[in-house]
Nanobody, 121 residues
Framework: EQLVESGGGSVQAGGSLTLSCTGS?????MAWFRQAPGKEREAVAA?????????YYADSVRDRFTISQDNTKNTLFLQMNNLKPEDTAMYYC?????????????????WGPGTQVTVSS
């Protein structure tokens, strides 16, 4: 499975960006993680299919970010509104969920090269 992210860029605080991630296969459960320089990688949001669809968000982005997936389930989106300087990071798309916890990077088999998001104050 190959994943490719796009849509990153530089915006001012309060602005919006939409990230996209396209997979080479039928990926079902997918998620976004991010990592800022000098910080731990953290989960942002996920769509997990286990008997049905469940959407998860980190508390820091809830009510500002929206994760969605197209009907083919191999393209993932992250609509980011009201961006803050602390959202600055490299954003990674992941897939191949292995079960248990949606917010653990090692619980996914595949990840993309990342797309940079920079938010200035």
């Amino acid at each position: 499975e190959q994943l490719v992210e796009s849509g990153g860029g530089s915006v001012q605080a309060g602005g919006s960006l939409t990230l996209s991630c396209t997979g080479s296969g039928y990926t079902y459960s997918m998620a976004w993680f991010r990592q800022a320089p000098g910080k731990e990688r953290e989960a942002v949001a996920a769509i997990i299919w286990t008997g049905g669809r469940t959407t998860y968000y980190a508390d820091s982005v809830r009510d500002r970010f929206t994760i969605s997936q197209d009907n083919t389930k191999n393209t993932l989106f992250l609509q980011m509104n009201n961006l803050k300087p602390e959202d600055t990071a490299m954003y990674y798309c992941v897939a191949g969920y292995k079960d248990h916890s949606w917010n653990i990077f090692q619980h996914y088999r595949y990840w993309g090269p990342g797309t940079q998001v920079t938010v200035s104050s």
